[in-house]
């Protein structure tokens, strides 16, 4: 089990069996966190950047530029995607190359992300509304 601690500029891995608990510094007030593609990932909004996170050593493993206040993260079989509300669009991350592959507008403040499988679905605070991207664009 993983826990993101903004106020700690921490991540905390609480082994459920023993309930032991193993803290990492992070630095620049994590805020989003998903576990997804063998790693790890969290959002800093201040910074503009996303980290990965070797989930066997707690260790950063890349710092990745997204631009803007980046919070809410999904995952799928494409990458990592990431919402930024202040930018009205939504990034993918290329977990093989660790770098953003896709830049999709979506208009409003996409704040929340999530993935079926099939579809990326996002809402959009600003606008009320629940947008679905397809696989392919």
Request: charged content about 20%; aromatic content about 6%.
């Amino acid at each position: 089990v993983w826990v993101v601690s903004a106020r700690d500029e921490a991540v905390s891995r609480i082994d459920a069996g023993t309930g032991r608990v193993e803290t990492y510094g992070v630095s620049t007030e994590p805020a989003g966190m998903i576990a997804a593609q063998g790693s790890i990932w969290l959002t800093h909004p201040r910074a503009g950047t996303v980290s990965r996170i070797a989930p066997a050593s707690g260790r950063r493993v890349a710092t990745i530029p997204v631009g803007g206040s980046a919070y809410g993260m999904a995952a799928d079989e494409r990458g990592v995607w990431i919402a930024l509300p202040g930018e009205g669009v939504v990034r993918r991350i290329d977990p093989e190359t660790n770098s953003v592959a896709e830049t999709i507008e979506i208009g409003g403040d996409p704040l929340a992300l999530a993935s079926d499988g099939q579809f990326l679905w996002v809402i959009s605070s600003s606008d009320a509304v629940v947008l679905r991207i397809p696989p392919a664009r």
